[in-house]
């Protein structure tokens, strides 16, 4: 208990009651107004909407979160006009944890996405061989086919499993400084192997054309 400015008692928040998302109880809060304006009690909105006495309950005290078919039902019985669901959208982003609240709102707007993938082509980029040899699994990987943006001739890369003891291995310059965040490259007789230092226990790495290399590397420096 605690003493508030006006002299009355007010209980303290139950234990953990901080960890619950504010959006979701100000929707219980205006649900449960809502509710008794409309002269129901938990029982009859939760026949009325199809839900349990314990689901509409759990709402109101913001121990759930409302779900959009919950939402729209018990707006619609409660004849809110819309103000229920105009909080949708900030109940649905309370789930989320607190750190990726403000990514999911810029997520939603994007309209391209940046990453480096050095070993594995994001799977909207994949062509349809790319995708049949990932599932496959390295048994049976074998050459997929990629193809320049810029209209040019297509790049094959294989992803294989192999014995190169005897190659000397390079370093990206872009590497972490402890040495175990990096890509590595070593050139063959007429090939070009690229792999990743953290996946060395596997022995899987890309097999690349000298010309296909060649002009990789040629398009990077543009």
């Avoid at 619609?76 to 944890?97: C, I, T, W």
């Avoid at 193809?147 to 005897?166: M, P």
Wanted: proline share 3%.
């Amino acid at each position: 208990m605690r003493e508030t400015r006006g002299g009355r008692a007010a209980k303290a928040k139950e234990e953990g009651g901080d960890d619950l998302p504010r959006a979701w109880s100000a929707y219980g809060r205006l649900l449960q107004h809502l509710r008794k304006r409309a002269g129901l009690n938990q029982q009859q909105l939760g026949e009325a909407i199809d839900y349990s006495l314990e689901q509409v309950a759990s709402v109101e005290q913001g121990r759930r979160p409302a779900k959009a078919a919950f939402t729209r039902a018990a707006d619609r019985v409660l004849e809110a006009g819309g103000v229920l669901e105009v909080l949708q959208d900030e109940v649905d982003r309370a789930k989320l944890p607190r750190f990726f609240r403000n990514f999911a709102l810029i997520e939603a707007e994007v309209v391209s996405r940046f990453s480096y993938d050095p070993l594995l082509v994001p799977g909207l980029l994949q062509t349809e061989a790319y995708a049949r040899a990932v599932f496959a699994g390295p048994e049976r990987r074998g050459v997929c086919t990629t193809h320049r943006a810029d209209g040019g001739r297509d790049v094959s890369v294989e992803q294989v499993t192999e014995n190169v003891d005897g190659l000397h291995w390079f370093k990206s310059s872009y590497s972490g400084s402890d040495g175990g965040d990096c890509v590595e490259v070593a050139a063959g007789l007429d090939v070009v192997y690229v792999r990743d230092s953290k996946a060395l226990c596997d022995g899987t790495m890309l097999r690349i054309g000298r010309d296909e290399w060649a002009t990789f590397v040629a398009l990077l420096a543009v």
